[in-house]
């Protein structure tokens, strides 16, 4: 069984910055991939940021340049900073492991709210 737990959210003001995390735990096997993903109240999940475990990372055009995700492999945990946070990304923010055999496990999500 696998578990990623978030942490890191809450409410910021306009121009703000967060970081989050996700720690992985439990039967994990080799990790090809984690990424962060968002959804907004009416929309889509899609997709934030992403790290494999070569460090190559890709991003959404709507945070390059103020989000950046990291990861620590011997921790199995993947952070996401969030700088410049605008209105628009408020969300949930969920955690996504994908293993080599590319199974896919979700965290719980976590709150983010931009607001004044």
């Known amino acids: 069984q696998v578990q990623l737990v978030e942490s890191g959210g809450g409410l910021v003001q306009p121009g703000g910055s967060l970081r989050l995390s996700c720690a992985a735990s439990?039967?994990?096997?080799?990790?090809?991939?984690m990424g962060w993903y968002r959804q907004a109240p009416g929309k889509e999940r899609e997709l934030v940021a992403l790290?494999?475990?070569?460090?190559?990372?890709d991003y959404a055009d709507s945070v390059k340049g103020r989000f950046t995700i990291s990861r620590d492999n011997a921790k199995n945990t993947v952070y996401l900073q969030m700088n410049s946070l605008r209105p628009e990304d408020t969300a949930v923010y969920y955690c996504?492991?994908?293993?080599?055999?590319?199974?896919?496990?979700w965290g719980q999500g976590t709150q983010v709210t931009v607001s004044s």
């Open positions: 439990g039967s994990i096997f080799k990790i090809k991939a």
């Open positions: 996504k492991m994908t293993t080599i055999f590319n199974t896919n496990y």
């Open positions: 790290i494999t475990s070569s460090s190559t990372t």
